[in-house]
Every structure is written in C-alpha cells, then in structure tokens.
Antibody, heavy 122, light 106 residues
Framework: QLQLQESGPGLVKPSETLSLTCTVS??????????WGWIRQPPGKGLEWIGT???????YYNPSLKSRVTISVDTSKNQFSLKLSSMTAADTAVYYC??????????????WGQGTLVTVSS | DIQMTQSPSSLSASVGDRVTITCRAS??????VNWYQQKPGKAPKLLIS???SLQSGVSSRFSGGGYGTDFTLTISSLQPEDLATYYC????????FGGGTKVKIK
C-alpha cells in the first residue's frame, strides 16, 4: 500500500532554512487523483497545515507561513520537498507529509508519514 | 480563514460509554469535514471523511454527522484502545484543524 517517509535534519539553527523531503512508495506521485501536503505539530500542541502541491507543481500555502515556505515536487524521484526559511524556536515541531485526495471542496489527509521531529536550537 | 472550534478539549469516560465530540465551523462548510485519531507518539489516522464516510478498516463504533456549521464524531461504546486525541479538519477552504479533543479512559 502507499507509504510516505519524511527525511531531513533533526536539528536546525535559528535563522537557517529547513529542508525536508517526503519519499512516496507504493504509488505514483504523478497520479492525477491526488495532491500532496505538509502538516506540522509543535510538541504537545495541535496540527497546522503548511502547504499542498500537485504533481504539476501547483502549490497552495498557509497564509501565515506563505512568506517563508516553498514546496516543490520531483516526479522522477517520486518525492516532494519542503523548505521553510528563517527558522525560529516556534518552528520546532514534528513535520508530517501526507497524501491528499481532493475533489471540489472535499479533501482529506490520508495516509500520513510517520513524522520527523525538527528542533530549532543553536 | 474558516476556523474550527472543537469541544470539549478533553474528556474522561468509562469503557462502554457513548462519547460525542463536537466541531463548529465559523461559517457554513457543507459536509467538508474530516475526523482524525492520533494515538500517543503516532501520526494521525483518518477515521471519517466528508462528515460521515467511515474509512475502510475503521471500527463501526465510530460515526460522524452534521452539515453546515455543526459536526459530531461519536464513539458508540468507548474501548481502551480509543485512548487518543481526536481532530476535526475542514476542507471547504484552506485546510484548518480543530484544536483537538483528548479522550481518556476512567
């Protein structure tokens, strides 16, 4: 079945840029039926959507993060990536990637990767 | 943004109890609500999509309802393995999650 796996550094210094990659296995990221998304969860807190991408490269970002976020896709590697600039301690969180079936206003995150903890500290 | 207000933020119930969690949208969103279960240390898992569609493999103890602004997730008979935090999420506009409901077993 479809699986997603996040990869990237677990520790980032303040003001630096976070780079994470989500590798999709068991299915094609180029499927026309799905979008792909990033979500994060600060320790002990709730879930926050970061952004979504389609295989064509169309992107949608959380307005509160838009100035710092770039999501890209590499169909040849079946991967999509997240870059978040100007990191601060407030960006410390578990970062998840997920598939997003999307039809009109109906869209949900399923399945999810296992998540990767990113800590911002000098 | 369309905000989702979830209540209660936590609850404690006994095995076998019927449990209901509510999510209220800040404006009408048709049936564009999904529900997730997150067990400690794990990624969220989709339980219900489009307000009431139970995902394959999810226990029939779980059910979802509502339309417009008010939505519910109901666990018909609480089991020990239902210990988790539950989140609603709206997809009518840019995705927004509710604040979560932590379910504890008495």
């Amino acid at each position: 079945q479809l699986q997603l796996q996040e990869s990237g550094p677990g520790l980032v210094k303040p003001s630096e840029t976070l780079s994470l990659t989500c590798t999709v296995s068991g299915g094609s990221i180029s499927s026309t039926s799905y979008y792909w998304g990033w979500i994060r969860q600060p320790p002990g807190k709730g879930l926050e959507w970061i952004g979504t991408i389609y295989f064509s490269g169309s992107t949608y970002y959380n307005p509160s993060l838009k100035s710092r976020v770039t999501i890209s896709v590499d169909t040849s590697k079946n991967q999509f990536s997240l870059k978040l600039s100007s990191m601060t301690a407030a960006d410390t969180a578990v970062y998840y990637c997920a598939r997003l079936p999307w039809n009109d206003n109906l869209a949900w995150f399923d399945p999810w990767g296992q998540g990767t903890l990113v800590t911002v500290s000098s | 943004d369309i905000q989702m207000t979830q209540s209660p933020s936590s609850l404690s119930a006994s095995v076998g109890d019927r449990v209901t969690i509510t999510c209220r949208a800040s404006q009408s969103i048709s049936s564009a609500v999904n529900w997730y279960q997150q067990k400690p240390g794990k990624a969220p898992k989709l339980l219900i999509s489009a307000a009431s569609s139970l995902q394959s493999g999810v226990s029939s103890r779980f059910s979802g309802g509502g339309y417009g602004t008010d939505f519910t997730l109901t666990i018909s008979s609480l089991q020990p393995e239902d210990l988790a935090t539950y989140y609603c999420q709206q997809s009518y506009s840019t995705p927004v999650f509710g604040g979560g409901t932590k379910v504890k077993i008495k």
